[in-house]
């Protein structure tokens, strides 16, 4: 396998479930939908994919390799997905908090 495949292999695999989870995060809750919303949610899902990237490259480069070759990609998945989570539940939390603001302030 390539080098640059084996850098990128965590981000192949969960590419179709970090999908999933970006349109579900975008198209929940259906209302309401102003374009400030639009911004907070593409930023954030643009954050945690950069958050999961670098977080991917360290763990990669600090993983001992005296555990065998496949440890580096253990690593970096298990630490990409949780900083990927982490960083998308506190998008989850804030946008909540700030659209409960905007509708107490609507009614």
């Known amino acids: 396998m390539s080098a640059f495949a084996q850098l990128h292999l965590t981000l192949i695999l ?13 198209l929940l809750p259906r209302q309401p939908r102003p374009p400030a919303r639009r911004w907070f949610d593409a930023i954030a899902l643009l ?26 990609q253990v690593l970096a998945t298990a630490v990409g997905y949780g900083v990927f989570l982490a960083a998308m539940t506190v998008a989850f939390l804030l946008r909540r908090r700030w659209l409960r603001e905007l509708q107490g302030r609507v009614l």
């Open 14 to 26: 969960f590419l179709p479930w970090f999908t999933i989870l970006g349109v579900l995060f975008w």
């Open 47 to 72: 954050l945690s994919t950069a958050l999961f990237l670098a977080s991917v490259y360290w763990s990669f480069e600090i993983a001992d390799p005296k555990y065998g070759g496949m440890w580096k």
